[in-house]
Structure formats: structure tokens, C-alpha cells
């Protein structure tokens, strides 16, 4: 593994490359190369290791028994999952995380992330408050989603998320990380009648879309 690519994730802001080399040592690292809509790990299987997206995406999704899938969110390059389950024992992963087109995966093992290494790496603290950092920014995107999802219609859930992209992005026009069904997933609705809203939202005036590319008019 280059160090130099990790240097882009935010779980390793701070350190430099040449450090990363040394600490890489001490995380038992491996990585894995997954095709489109592979399951990484799935829910109910035992956590074991902290991922890093070296390349691509993957998205977190929770499934119902019948195979009803919503999306948790999306985390690209250089993101992190698993993060949670290296603060607290718990039996089983909460969600699957899936490919959401080809990526490499680098994995670490959470415990000697979240421990002291024997070799008294001075490298490791940044790490951990790294970790924390990026398990707060997680809360507060979940925070962000509940407000969405508690809307009471389809198109509600559509004008309250693209309203919150508008704002990140600093202007009208933004991108987002989803394709349609993608979208329908993560804001819990029906694909059908959100692709219905969307194009009354566009006949109205209030909204102009190619693909994942948004304006707010």
C-alpha cells in the first residue's frame, strides 16, 4: 500500500506519509479489490475490522427481512466504516456495506487502532482523534438525514435534502452521490412516485435535473 494515498483520508489527516509507512506496521493491514454490488461484510456477522475506501465507494444500507434496502449513506475515497464498533463491543455489524461500483478496500484491525502499540508509536494519538473527529462528522450527517426522513411526503424528503445540498455546495447547483434508485433508497420513498415528484417539481419551475446534477431555480 502507498502511503501517499492514505495520506488523502481524513483518518490519517495530519500524519505524514512517511509516518503512515511506519504505522502500517503496527494495524495488521490488508487490502481486498470489490466488484460493483459485492457485499464487503454484511449485518449480523461478528465486527472484525475497520475499512478504508482506498478507491471507489460503498454504501451502507440496512436490509429487511424481505430485501428492502435503504441506503445509510454513501462513503468515497478515502472515508472509513466500522469505525463505531472499535469504541464498544458489540456482537454484530448494525448494516452491510456494498460496493457501489469497484473499489479497494484497505482494512485494519480496530483494536490496535484504538489501543496503544507496543512500540509506542507517536503517530497513534493522532490517529484515535482522527477516528473520533470522523465518528462525530458521522453523527452529525445522520443527525442531518433524520430531518429528511421525517418529513411526511415524498416531496418534502426531496426539497428538504436538496435544500441541504444547496447549502454545502454554497450555491443553487450541486451534485449528489446518488443515482435514482440510489436516492429512493436513501430517503426511504418509492422510486416511481419520487421520479413522478421530481418531474413536477421541474414543470413548476422550482427545479432543473441531468442525472445526478441538481439546480434549485
Excluded at 449485518?43 to 445509510?72: C, F, H, M, Q, T
Excluded at 456494498?98 to 480496530?110: D, G, P, Q, T
Aim: glycine share 6%; net charge neutral.
Amino acid at each position: 500500500m502507498e502511503p501517499r494515498i492514505l495520506a488523502a483520508s481524513p483518518l490519517f489527516a495530519g500524519v505524514d506519509p512517511e509516518d503512515i509507512g511506519k504505522m502500517l506496521s503496527c494495524l495488521s493491514i490488508h487490502q481486498r479489490t470489490y466488484e460493483r454490488e459485492a457485499y464487503i461484510c454484511t449485518a449480523e456477522e461478528p465486527p472484525r475490522e475497520l475499512g478504508v475506501v482506498i478507491r471507489g465507494s460503498v454504501n451502507l444500507i440496512k436490509e429487511d427481512y424481505w430485501g428492502n434496502r435503504a441506503i445509510i449513506t454513501k462513503i468515497g475515497a478515502g472515508g472509513i466504516f466500522g469505525e463505531a464498533c472499535s469504541c464498544i463491543d458489540v456482537p454484530s455489524m448494525p448494516v452491510s456495506v456494498v460496493a457501489a461500483e469497484r473499489s479497494e478496500i484497505l482494512f485494519l484491525n480496530y483494536r490496535k487502532v484504538t489501543t496503544t502499540c507496543p512500540n509506542a508509536c507517536p503517530f497513534h494519538a493522532a490517529l484515535i482523534q482522527n477516528m473520533l473527529s470522523l465518528i462525530a462528522r458521522k453523527n452529525l450527517m445522520l443527525t442531518n438525514k433524520i430531518s429528511h426522513l421525517v418529513k411526511r411526503t415524498t416531496r418534502e424528503k426531496l426539497l428538504s435534502y436538496f435544500s441541504e445540498q444547496a447549502s454545502q455546495s454554497g450555491g443553487s447547483s450541486f451534485t449528489i452521490p446518488y443515482n435514482r434508485q440510489e436516492l429512493a433508497d436513501y430517503l426511504s420513498v418509492d422510486r416511481s412516485a419520487m421520479s413522478t415528484e421530481l418531474g413536477k417539481l421541474r414543470k413548476e419551475g422550482l427545479l432543473e435535473f441531468h442525472k445526478n446534477q441538481f439546480t434549485l431555480l
